[in-house]
């Protein structure tokens, strides 16, 4: 019974351990998609601000 308990304790031992790896995975695929996202709507925001800056939308009637 001893030598099936020490086997189980292995097991979970690695499901632990690949759990936390999973983890890490996971942070840093979300990590890469947050800049991919900031990288290419940052400028989409800057091009839009650039045209309302040009041509304003409301105009005086005077």
């Known amino acids: ?3 099936s ?6 097991l979970f031992s690695d499901e632990r351990c690949q759990s936390e790896w999973n983890s890490v995975y996971l ?5 890469i998609a947050a800049i991919l996202i900031i990288a290419l709507v940052k400028p989409m925001f800057k091009q839009s601000q650039e045209i309302v800056n040009n041509e304003p939308v409301l105009k005086n009637s005077k």
Do not use: A
């Open 1 to 3: 019974m001893g030598n």
């Open 5 to 10: 308990e020490s086997i189980l304790g292995v």
């Open 27 to 31: 942070l840093i695929v979300f990590i």
